[in-house]
């Protein structure tokens, strides 16, 4: 099975296609997150969303911090977006709610959020896996709280310790890059590793998406020679 490969925070149709082109199988549109760089109204959602599925590659993900089922149901329904990424706190009752208001061919990916090596979630997430989440997401929280595109690596055997808990498959984040995969063997051998989720390793030093970052990240975690 290929690494899955999404990339975070398109903001127009150029982007979607340039990340597409160069390897992405999910592009992250941001929605419902204050302050946020690329957040996104709900009418550019749909019109992003319908520009990735035309790529015929990549898949529209919608990322928010909300924590309305009717909200973010009616979203997803609007812009016809079948994965949604809860990178917030959200509580197991939220992800039962949104899994009772969505067709089950949606897919929730529950954000885990580790600190100083610890999952914050650690004790909810056998809740998390009987609420229906699909999919979880290993991500690192800074020391003053910031979660989210935060470029903070998370050390391996923190990753293995969360991963060895859960049922369900994961992607990873926190500072992934092209390079940093000979780091990672362990994770890319679990049985229940899924993928990689990027953002500022896909940017230039303006940040803005570099296809040649993209295509790079892409061959190095996709290619089993490169972790020799």
Same mark, same amino acid.
């Given at each position: 099975m290929n690494t899955v490969l999404k990339v975070c925070g398109a903001t127009t149709p150029r982007e979607v296609g340039l990340l597409a082109a160069a390897g992405a199988d999910l592009v992250g549109l941001w929605h419902g997150i204050p302050g946020g760089p690329a957040d996104l109204p709900g009418r550019q959602v749909g019109a992003l969303a319908a520009a990735a599925r035309e790529t015929g590659r990549a898949q529209p993900v919608l990322v928010t911090f909300l924590h309305g089922a009717g909200a973010l149901a009616a979203v997803l329904a609007e812009s016809g977006i079948g994965w949604v990424q809860l990178h917030a706190f959200q509580p197991p009752a939220a992800v039962r709610a949104l899994r009772a208001a969505v067709p089950g061919s949606v897919r929730i990916v529950k954000v885990l959020h580790v600190r100083d090596g610890s999952c914050l979630e650690r004790p /909810?997430?056998?809740?998390? %896996?009987?609420?229906?989440?699909?999919? !979880? /997401? /290993?991500?690192?929280? #800074? %020391?003053?709280? =910031?979660?989210?595109? #935060?470029?903070?690596?998370?050390?391996? %055997?923190? +990753?293995?310790? +969360?991963?060895? =808990? /859960? #049922?369900?498959? !994961?992607?990873?984040?926190?500072?992934? #890059?092209?390079?940093?995969r000979p780091g990672y063997d362990l994770v890319a051998a679990h049985p229940l590793f899924r993928g990689i989720d990027v953002d500022t390793a896909a940017r230039d030093p303006h940040g803005a998406f570099l296809a040649s970052s993209v295509r790079e990240i892409a061959r190095r975690w996709r290619t089993r020679e490169e972790s020799t």
């Open positions: /909810l997430i056998p809740a998390y %896996e009987r609420a229906g989440t699909d999919l !979880f /997401l /290993l991500d690192a929280v #800074t %020391e003053d709280g =910031r979660v989210g595109s #935060t470029g903070h690596r998370l050390a391996q %055997e923190d +990753v293995i310790a +969360v991963a060895d =808990r /859960l #049922t369900r498959p !994961f992607l990873l984040a926190g500072g992934i #890059t092209a390079d940093s």
